[in-house]
Every structure is written in C-alpha cells, then in structure tokens.
C-alpha cells in the first residue's frame, strides 16, 4: 500500500536576507556563496516562533485537503529548532489549530526529518489505525546559527511546510537509516541552566562537542559535503530498487536543498536529467527538515505532480541521518 499526499501548504516569513547582506557582516561575498553553494537569499523569522509559522503551513495543507480538523488522527512535527523542549512542537501546532484529539510528537532527524516522518506515517496508514496524517516541519535554523562564522551562517534559512497524508494503492517504498558514528558532524548543544545543587561540569565523550560552545551550531562541512555526495545518490538507488523501479522510471525528485554542488553531484553520479531534480535552494537556502515539504508543496501550486508520477524524496542532516522514500503520487 502507498500515501497519498492529499494536501500541501507551506509559510516562509517576509524577512530575506541576501548574499550582499551577509557581505556587511562576515568575510564573504555574492560571488562565493553563489559559486560554492547556490544560495543568493534566505527567509528569516523575525517573531516568528517554529509553531506559529508550522500552524499557518497546516491550515493551508488542511485547506487543500479539503479534511476536517477532526479528520486528523495523528500530527508529527519536524524540527530541530523547536520553540520548547517539552511540549513537542507537533502539540503546539495542535493547540494553535484547535485540535482536541490526535497523536501528537516530534521527530527530530534533522534535515531528513520529513522522509522520517513520511516513513512513520506511511507504517500507521498500513496498520489502519490512522486516516489522515498531518505532518509540519517548521524549522527557524537562525536561532542557533552562529552570525560571526561565515562558513555556516550562509547556509540556512527559516520556514515551515506542512502535508496532510493518507493511504492509496500505489506503492510507496523506502530506504532510510543513519551514521551515529557521524554525530559530532553537526550538532548544536542546548545551552545549560544555572543550578545551585550541581557541583560537576558536563564532560561530553566526544572531545570535539566538549570543546564546542553551547547553542550555536558546528559543522564539519567538508565531511558533511563527503557523506552527502555519497549517500544521496545510494538511497536514490536502493529506495527505487526496493519498488522494482529503475532510477530512470523516476519523474520528480526533490532532493534535501543544502548545497547545489551536493545535488549536481547527485545527478551525475545517477546519471539523470537535471530537470527531473526540483531545486529551490536559491531562494530559500537550507531550511533543515522543511526544505522537502515545501517543494513538494510548490511542486504541487504548480501543478506538476500529476496522479501516478513516480516522486522520490532524499534527505541527509545532522545525526548522521539520510534516506530515501519513493511513491506514486
Ligand atoms: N565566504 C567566503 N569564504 C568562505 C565562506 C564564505 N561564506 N565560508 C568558507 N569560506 C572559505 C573557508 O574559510 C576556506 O578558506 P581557506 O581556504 O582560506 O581556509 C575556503 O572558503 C574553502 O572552504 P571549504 O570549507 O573548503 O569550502 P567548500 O567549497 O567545501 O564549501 C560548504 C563549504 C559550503 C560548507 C560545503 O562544505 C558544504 O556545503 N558542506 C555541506 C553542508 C551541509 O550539507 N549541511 C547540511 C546538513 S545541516 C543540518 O542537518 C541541520
């Protein structure tokens, strides 16, 4: 049995900062990030908070669903960049919709947080215990990008989408999985509270995040770009061999938006069209785990995801996690 993505909607805040922008703050220039990455400008939350711009991309989905609030059995949000530890952001959105009743958590896989969570929710449409699915990624990756260093304050960009989800014939299969041994990759670690009892400090195992400061997000991006390159097009392949299909017989993919270089590798490597590949990445950077929901939800206004076309969506992210799921639409 597939999914069926029955409605799509996505929000990205007014604010944009662009590549001349980040010029006057650090050491860069138009010509670099351009070059380098892809990147010309990126949406950033200015009051926003992850929840709110989550709830504005839900209703939008509910809309073009055509469902009821009471329609939705289960809401699974996606973010690393949550307003609150506890409660999940999923709840919150819950709360700001008006929803009584659903199973509400979040998945945190960081950029492939959205082919996590279809996969989930894809297993609870199987099982027959949930109808309509609701999944919101919203991510303000700005919160913990450090501004003062120009090799990753470039990269991200704010946003949220959000898709309402139930079954269909079609096949859907997946291929996902992760690289704990990559976790000091990129991590950003929550920032500690004062506590009058504690009398130890944190010592991380890692020598690499015990060093790092709190909040602000570390990256090793050549050993991200490494495993990217090599993992994109591997679950590409193995999510589409899993469904019989050859990468050929692929007519969308939407790729997680880090890095252009990262996908024009992809696309050599598997040896595909370009224009089967959709890329946003120049407007909206990378935005974590909404990057792959809001280009299904733009695919969708522009209506190119006819019934039966063959959709795969690929994610890697913090974690070391990356997958990929491929479906009828
Ligand atoms: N402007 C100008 N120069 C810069 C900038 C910048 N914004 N950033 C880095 N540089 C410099 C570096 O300091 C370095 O200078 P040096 O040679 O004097 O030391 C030079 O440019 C080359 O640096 P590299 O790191 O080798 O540049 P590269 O071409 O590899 O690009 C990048 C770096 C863009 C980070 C790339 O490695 C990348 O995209 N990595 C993958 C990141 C990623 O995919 N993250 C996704 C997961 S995030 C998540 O899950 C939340």
Known sequence: MGIKIKGCGYYVPELVASNEDFSKIVDTSDEWITTRTGIKTRHIANGELAYQMGANAAMK???????????????IGTTVTADCLTPSMACLVGKELGIEK????????????YVFALDIAHKY??????????????????????YTDRSTCVLFGDGAAA???????????????SDPQGA?????????????????TPDWSD??????????????GNDVYKFATTIMPEAVKKASEKAGWETADLDIIIPHQANIRIVQTAIKKLKLPEDKFYINIQEYGNISSACIPLALSQLKEMGKLESGKKVCLVGFGAGLTYGAAVFEY
């Open 61 to 75: 989905a509910i809309k073009d669903a055509g469902i009821e609030l009471s329609d939705i059995d289960m809401i």
């Open 102 to 113: 659903a199973m509400c958590f979040d998945v945190n896989a960081a950029c492939a947080g």
């Open 125 to 146: 449409l199987a099982c027959g215990d949930c109808k309509n699915i609701l999944i919101v990624s919203s991510e303000i990756v700005s919160r913990m990008v450090d």
């Open 163 to 177: 898709t309402v989800v139930s079954y269909s014939d079609g096949e859907y299969k997946s291929y996902i999985n």
């Open 184 to 200: 000091d990759k990129i991590f950003a670690k929550i920032p500690s509270t004062p506590n009058p009892f504690r009398t130890q």
């Open 207 to 220: 020598e690499r995040m015990q060093e790092a400061p709190e909040l602000f997000m570390q990256m090793a």
